[in-house]
C-alpha cells in the first residue's frame, strides 16, 4: 500500500536554529515527492517538489528537502528559522502511474519560538 | 503565480439543507480538479476527481448522491453538500491541474462548512 508518514505531530524550534520536518513514503515506482505549507484559515501553498535530479531540491522561503532513495526519506529542512516559518507542513507523494493524485503525510505543526 | 479561488469561504446551514461550493482557476484553464476535505488536525483527505465535460470520479467510501460534483468549464467545479448533515462540517479544499512544460497542483484557500 503507499502511504506518507510524518512521524512527529509537532515540532518546536527556536527562532534562528536549524529546522527539520521528517517525512517518509512508501510508494511504488519512483515517485514525485512535494512539500506544501497551510497558514491559519488559509489553503495550502507549495514548497518544492522533487521529480529527478539532484538529490537536494531547493524551495520557497529558503527550505529545502533532501530526497534519499535507500532511506526513502524526504526531509524538509531550513537552515535559520523565522517565527513567520510557524505553520502546519504536509509531506505528499504521487505515484508515476497516478492521475496527478496525491498521497498525504499527517501534517507537521511546526512551532517557532522567538 | 496562478491562482484557485473557492467560494463562499465561510457558510453556516441548517441540517438538511444544501450547500453548493464553487472552485474556480482564475488564469488558466483546467481540465482536472479536485476535492478534499479535512479534519481537525488531520491530513487532506481525497474525496472525488473532477474532469471537465465527464462525470467525477469518487474515491472509496465518498457518496456520489451526497456529495454532488460538476465541472460544467474549464474554470469552474462546483461540489454541493447534500442534505447536510452536522457530520459534515469540514473544511473543503479544491486544486486544479495547470498543464503545462510543467504541470502544477494549485489550491484554493479551502471552505469552512459548519452544520447546525
Known amino acids: 500500500a503507499q502511504s506518507v508518514a510524518q512521524p512527529e505531530d509537532q515540532v518546536n524550534v527556536a527562532e534562528g536554529n536549524p529546522l527539520t520536518v521528517k517525512c517518509t513514503y512508501s510508494?511504488?515506482?519512483?515517485?514525485?515527492l512535494f512539500w506544501y505549507v497551510q497558514y491559519p484559515n488559509r489553503g495550502l501553498q507549495f514548497l518544492l517538489k522533487y521529480i529527478t535530479g539532484d538529490n537536494l531540491v531547493k524551495g520557497s522561503y529558503g527550505f529545502e528537502a533532501e530526497f534519499n532513495k535507500s532511506q526513502t526519506s524526504f526531509h524538509l529542512k531550513k537552515p535559520s528559522a523565522l517565527v513567520s516559518d510557524s505553520a502546519l507542513y504536509f509531506c505528499?507523494?504521487?505515484?508515476?502511474?497516478?492521475?496527478?493524485?496525491?498521497?498525504w503525510g499527517a501534517g507537521t505543526k511546526l512551532i517557532i519560538k522567538p | 503565480g496562478a491562482v484557485v479561488s473557492q467560494h463562499p469561504s465561510r457558510v453556516i446551514c441548517k441540517s438538511g439543507t444544501s450547500v453548493k461550493i464553487e472552485c474556480r482557476s482564475l488564469d488558466f484553464q483546467a481540465t482536472t480538479m479536485f476535492w478534499y476535505r479535512q479534519f481537525p488536525k488531520q491530513s487532506l483527505m481525497l474525496m472525488a476527481t473532477s474532469n471537465e465535460g465527464s462525470k467525477a470520479t469518487y474515491e472509496q467510501g465518498v457518496e456520489k448522491d451526497k456529495f454532488l460534483i460538476n465541472h460544467a468549464s474549464l474554470t469552474l467545479s462546483t461540489l454541493t453538500v447534500t442534505s447536510a448533515h452536522p457530520e459534515d462540517s469540514s473544511f473543503y479544499i479544491c486544486?486544479?491541474?495547470?498543464?503545462?512544460?510543467?504541470?502544477?497542483?494549485?489550491f484554493g484557500p479551502g471552505t469552512r462548512l459548519l452544520v447546525l
Open positions: 510508494v511504488s515506482g519512483n515517485p514525485y
Open positions: 505528499a507523494v504521487r505515484a508515476m502511474d497516478s492521475n496527478y493524485q496525491l498521497i
Open positions: 486544486s486544479a491541474i495547470k498543464r503545462g512544460v510543467q504541470e502544477t497542483q494549485y
